[in-house]
């Protein structure tokens, strides 16, 4: 990831990282260079251009950023400052018939954090030209930190991009070679957010907890007049995890469920796996389900054009392995107020000539009740993804605006990172 102290450094250090490690793939409007998805961190954000405020301009699909994003702002303000330790503050800007348009939004989703008086602004972009557009984008999410910092009386706190596919286009090399500074890649815990790479989804696992038990910071949360131990939690805020090898280890020795409900919860509740190869024309809720993610993304019946996201993404990374708007929308407008919103917000399949990388955002992640049968279900799915359109392999990417450990579950966590050694005398006497 990148840390910047603003929005300039971070855009001069991201065009470093582009013309450094980036990859030459062709797309409709020009060949690019395009390198691996990225963490993009600003501790203050300000905006590049003074006079520009007015987003109704940025048109896709008929409409505008300011149409989609202005009238839930207020209520994402009142949910502020009802519960000022809320986790459920996100702000999807992605609807699934955008798949229907040919220039959809690069913003799908913002996610707005409480933490000791101060909103901080996390926004997913699935592709992002960062040489021209790099600084209308990072003016929007300064936009929407500001207007709820202003409605919710907090102050405004860091931003941060999750770009999946952060790109220049080789036209614009030589003006990006002026732009671009030296750039820091930076890996493992920090204040505002932290980078993990590890081999396998077990070992992702057990290095969230050590993340959380021993760098987190305690808070409430809302689930305390419901669940007595869940009245408190420790949390990080910004874990982003590289998985490179998905296939081997997949389920920790210590992991609190089955392999048989891991496989369960990936085909029922996350891919509707009977119907994974072909499209879905009616309703898939179970009863008593109010939401799966295999509904959102499938059929939603509460959707003013009800899409079938995951085949229609299946068809065009067949049609184009290389496309950039393979981008599954789960959450939707009315979640801002529901006391269960998702917390999985979208994901994505990002095409690459060796392999295909699937990034899942989250506003909220349980570390130890549920990341680890999140992650093999996620994995999974794009395994068969990767499958099902001719790719050999995939790579994983987990995402967690809140990544939490209950306190509940603490001393169970601490039995997984602090195991007690037998002593010698223990041993020969076999107790």
Known sequence: MIISKDWNEARSQLLAKILDSGKMYKSRFGDTLRCEPNLVVVEKPSYFFKLERDFSGWRFCGESY???????LPKAANKLKSSPFTRRVSIPVWRPKDHFC?????VTEVS????????????FIRSLDAYNFFMYNADFITHVLETVSLLSGFEMGS????LSIPHIYTRDVKKVERAAGSYREVYGHQKL???LKEDYISTAWHSAMEVVFYHGHKKRTEWGEIFEGQKESKFVHRLFIEVENPYEHQIHDKAPFTKKYAIEYAHDYMIYAKCIDKPVFEPILKEGESYTYAER?????ADEVIVDQFYTVLTKLKEDPYRRDCYIGISRPWDLESDEPPCLRGYQFIGEK???N???????????????ANAFAFSTLTQYVAELTGFEKHRYYHFAVDAHIYAEFLEAVKEILEPESPSYLSEISGM
């Open 66 to 72: 300011s149409s989609r994003i202005d009238p839930l």
């Open 102 to 106: 040919d220039n959809p939004p690069a």
């Open 112 to 123: 707005l954090l409480p933490i000791n008086g101060e909103i901080h602004a996390t926004a």
């Open 159 to 162: 931003a941060a991009m999750l």
């Open 193 to 195: 957010a932290t980078h």
């Open 297 to 301: 993304a499938r059929y939603c019946e």
């Open 354 to 356: 060796d392999k295909l």
């Open 358 to 372: 699937g990034i899942f955002f989250m506003r909220s992640n349980d570390i130890y009740g549920a990341m680890h």
